[in-house]
């Protein structure tokens, strides 16, 4: 297809970034937007030229041209939001976390799978391009076998209990809104742990505001894992080989520079200068796999979704951590 038509549901910051980035992506339009607020909806389209917009998240499967939809919308609304997009057989992008809980995102795979009709997570970093070249150094065995990670992302944001981050009715805290990062890099490279171990501290609206995570690998390999919103940190990477180690520098998440230390080896620095926030590598995955007749992303598969799910589940079975809506599943 000469064009690839975009459709976005929640219009909030990220949604922002990830329509910016279409503008720069060779052939995507950003074609219909829907919010709960015709107003936000209607400034949104005429901001990024979006033909089509909408005042209730449902009517955008009204659009006669959708290719596919990103879904940015809280936490909490991620399962609906897709399942009606997947009950009309419209590809789904959907923001990470990828749904509350792992009973939600098995509902959401059975759907894609019953309906034949294309998947995906929107874990961006997946398709940097620096982790392309941090996957490359691993394969090429320039830090030799994976000992070990430790990553941490912390920023302390103004507290608002009705906001996202605070707010347990959305799905909010710590470790559903930048946990995942320093999680999904963990088993990007070492796979799924064998033991998990977690402690946090639980803010006065129920969520976690701070929380610390340790992982076994198969390999017998740590990941030291940390993530808070009760203070700002570093956010930086590592990954510790026998026989080097690569470092991400702040904010790992966005990987835009990285360091290979090896023993007896001048430091190689590796600088990504990009004109895009990231989020235009995921879209054109989406729009590649989708195009090629795929279900699934080959390089972000629904099963490794799926694990990560449960592993999530266990780290707030952990902590003690779970929210209101899933006490009337």
């Excluded at 001048?266 to 054109?284: D, I, K, L, M």
Aim: hydrophobic share 40%; charged share 20%.
């Amino acid at each position: 297809m000469d064009t690839f038509n975009w459709g976005i549901i929640g219009l909030g910051r990220i949604a922002h970034k990830f329509a910016a980035d279409l503008a720069k992506t060779p052939g995507a339009k950003l074609t219909a937007v829907a919010s709960r607020d015709m107003d936000r909806s209607t400034e949104f389209a005429r901001q990024y030229g979006a033909s089509h917009c909408y005042g209730a998240y449902e009517d955008i499967i009204q659009c006669p041209d959708l290719d596919a939809v990103y879904i940015a919308t809280p936490n909490n609304l991620h399962r609906e939001n897709t399942l009606f997009c997947l009950a009309h057989q419209i590809p789904v992008l959907c923001e990470k976390p990828f749904s509350i809980n792992i009973h939600e995102a098995r509902q959401m795979v059975q759907e894609a799978r019953t309906q034949q009709t294309f998947l995906m997570e929107a874990f961006w970093t997946r398709f940097l391009p620096t982790t392309q070249k941090m996957l490359q150094l691993i394969a090429e065995g320039q830090i030799g076998e994976i000992l070990g990670v430790k990553a941490d992302f912390g920023f302390k944001p103004p507290f608002e209990p009705e906001g996202r981050l605070f707010n347990p009715e959305l799905g909010g805290g710590a470790l559903l809104d930048i946990g995942v990062y320093p999680l999904f890099l963990s088993t990007l490279v070492l796979g799924m742990p064998t033991e998990v171990t977690a402690k946090a501290y639980i803010g006065s609206t129920g969520v976690d505001e701070d929380t610390a995570i340790i992982l076994r690998h198969q390999n017998g390999a740590l990941s030291h894992l940390h993530t808070t919103i009760r203070m700002g940190t570093k956010s930086e990477a590592f990954i510790y080989g026998e026989t080097g180690t690569i470092h991400f520098h702040s904010r790992f998440h966005e990987m835009t520079s990285m360091s290979l230390l090896r023993e007896g080896k001048r430091p190689e620095f590796f600088q990504f200068n990009q004109e895009v926030h990231g989020y235009t590598f995921e879209a054109q995955e989406v729009m590649r796999c989708v195009s090629a007749g795929l279900t699934e992303s080959p390089g972000l598969e629904l099963d490794y979704t799926l694990a990560r799910m449960e592993l999530l589940d266990e780290i707030r079975r952990q902590i003690g951590l779970s929210f209101p809506m899933e006490n009337v599943e």
